[in-house]
C-alpha cells in the first residue's frame, strides 16, 4: 500500500465551478498536511498547508484535513482558467526538517 | 530575492555515462533535499543535508548516486554509471532551520535526466 494515495486524473472543468481535490494516506504519524501547486516545466510551489485536523482557507482555496478517515482535500472556489496546473498533496511527520511525502499530484484544467 | 536553482535543465546521457547533477539553494537555507519523480510515479526524496551534513540518505536507491555539500552551500549530486532508470526529474528544495522560518521547502524547476 502505497503511503499516499492521490488520483492523478486529468480533471477538466468549466470556469467558475467547484473544484474539488483529494489524498487518502496510510500512516497516521503524519503531522503537517500540504498542497503544492506545479505549473509545466516549474517545481512545485507551496499552495497552503494544514496542521494536524482541521479547515484552513485563503481565499478562494480550502484545506480539510480528517486525521480520523486520514482523508485530505482541497477545495478552489470560482475556479479560473489561471488555476490550471498539478496539484500534489504532501505530508510531513514533523514540521522543517523532515522529508515530504508526496502524491501523484492531480492535473486540472481549468477552460474558459 | 533569488528561487533555488538547478543546472542543468536537461540532460541527456547513454547508460554507463556519469552526470553532475548542481543545485544551488536560497541564500541563507541551511536545509537542502534531494527528490526525483520517475515518470508516471510521485515524487520520492532522495537525501537531506543540514549544511553541509547528511541529516538522512535514507532515499538514495543506490550507491551509484553520490550528493555533496561542501561548505553548506551549493550541492551536487552524481550519478556513476548511470542507468536507464535512472531516467526523471530530479528536484532540489530548500528550506530555512525550523527555529527561523515556516515549514515550506522552495523547490528548484528540476534537472529532467534522460538515460538512453
Known amino acids: 500500500q502505497k503511503e499516499v494515495e492521490q488520483d492523478p486524473g486529468p480533471l477538466s472543468v468549466p470556469e467558475g465551478a467547484i473544484v474539488s481535490l483529494n489524498c487518502t494516506y496510510s500512516n497516521s504519524a503524519f503531522q503537517y498536511f500540504m498542497w503544492y501547486r506545479q505549473y509545466s516545466r516549474k517545481g512545485p510551489e507551496l499552495l497552503m498547508y494544514?496542521?494536524?485536523?482541521g479547515n484552513k482557507e485563503d481565499g478562494r482555496f480550502t484545506a480539510q484535513v480528517d486525521k480520523s478517515s486520514k482523508y485530505i482535500s482541497l477545495f478552489i472556489r470560482d475556479s479560473q482558467p489561471s488555476d490550471s496546473a498539478t496539484y500534489l498533496c504532501?505530508?510531513?511527520?514533523?514540521?522543517?526538517?523532515?522529508?515530504?511525502?508526496f502524491g501523484k499530484g492531480t492535473r486540472l484544467s481549468v477552460i474558459a | 530575492e533569488a528561487g533555488v536553482t538547478q543546472f542543468p535543465s536537461h540532460s541527456v546521457i547513454e547508460k554507463g555515462q556519469t552526470v553532475t547533477l548542481r543545485c544551488d539553494p536560497i541564500s541563507g537555507h541551511d536545509n537542502l533535499y534531494w527528490y526525483r519523480r520517475v515518470m508516471g510515479k510521485e515524487i520520492k526524496f532522495l537525501l537531506h543535508f543540514v549544511k553541509e551534513s547528511k541529516q538522512d540518505e535514507s532515499g538514495m536507491p543506490n550507491n551509484r548516486f553520490l550528493a555533496e555539500r561542501t561548505g553548506g552551500t551549493y550541492s551536487t549530486l552524481k550519478v556513476q554509471p548511470a542507468e536507464l532508470e535512472d531516467s526523471g526529474v530530479y528536484f532540489c528544495?530548500?528550506?530555512?532551520?525550523?527555529?527561523?522560518?515556516?515549514?515550506?521547502?522552495?523547490f528548484g524547476p528540476g534537472t529532467r535526466l534522460t538515460v538512453t
Open positions: 494544514t496542521y494536524s485536523s
Open positions: 528544495a530548500s528550506s530555512p532551520l525550523p527555529r527561523t522560518g515556516g515549514i515550506e521547502q522552495y
Open positions: 504532501a505530508m510531513s511527520l514533523n514540521s522543517g526538517n523532515t522529508p515530504l511525502v
